[in-house]
């Protein structure tokens, strides 16, 4: 996916080689709140700051105040705030990174969110330290390494059928029901009528020859 914009969130700051190189990569910089801090700690300057301004550090609020788009309401979170900035002004291909750790609550919110994303026609995946969150709607095929482990989440898919990993789908009615799969080959494919969220595992590095 060629990416249009990142969006920055406010949990941990990514450490892994695949999240830092999209943030580094990114034509477009949308930080969410105080998500901004460690972006501009780390040397960079955001295109776009964007929440209710309560947890970016008050000097960096004076000094990108000029970046900052606040928008008040609590009905939803920054993170969508973001996305529905970016959607509104036609970049649809985004990636999410930091979107993950520190408090449990926020990360579960964040990732069901993708759904919604999708659904309001995003092309949007989430990128953390250990692999990659992907909505998918019906059947698709992801390319992969033979060994690399998958999960897949329900939300609403019926006829859920995999081809290419170890162990068989069904109509998974809990979200572990689905984890830690593991794809056979260097593709796989889901098939299924509905919604369903896929992580896809970084690929672990071959063991060294000790010859």
């Avoid at 000029?66 to 900035?85: G, M, P, S």
Wanted: glycine share 10%.
């Amino acid at each position: 996916m060629k990416v249009e914009a990142v969006v920055l969130a406010n949990g941990e700051y990514p450490t892994a080689p695949l999240p830092l190189q999209i943030l580094a990569d990114a034509p477009y910089v949308v930080c969410c709140d105080g998500g901004a801090d460690e972006y501009i700690r780390n040397g960079h300057t955001p295109n776009l700051i964007i929440g209710d301004g309560d947890s970016i550090s008050e000097e960096n609020r004076k000094k990108y105040g000029h970046l900052l788009h606040r928008i008040a309401e609590q009905e939803t979170n920054d993170q969508t705030k973001a996305v529905n900035y970016l959607l509104s002004q036609g970049k649809r291909r985004i990636a999410i990174v930091g979107a993950t750790g520190k408090r449990e609550d926020h990360t579960l919110g964040n990732i069901s969110l993708l759904m919604d994303y999708m659904r309001a026609g995003a092309d949007v995946r989430t990128y953390t330290d250990h692999g990659i969150f992907i909505p998918c709607r019906n059947t698709c095929t992801f390319t992969c390494q033979p060994g690399q482990q998958v999960s897949i989440i329900n939300f609403n898919a019926r006829k859920l059928h995999g081809l290419g990993l170890v162990y068989p789908l069904s109509d998974f009615t809990n979200w572990w029901q689905g984890t830690l799969n593991e794809c056979i080959g260097t593709e796989f494919t889901i098939e299924a009528e509905g919604e369903y969220l896929v992580f896809l595992n970084f690929p672990q590095p071959l063991p060294q020859s000790t010859h």
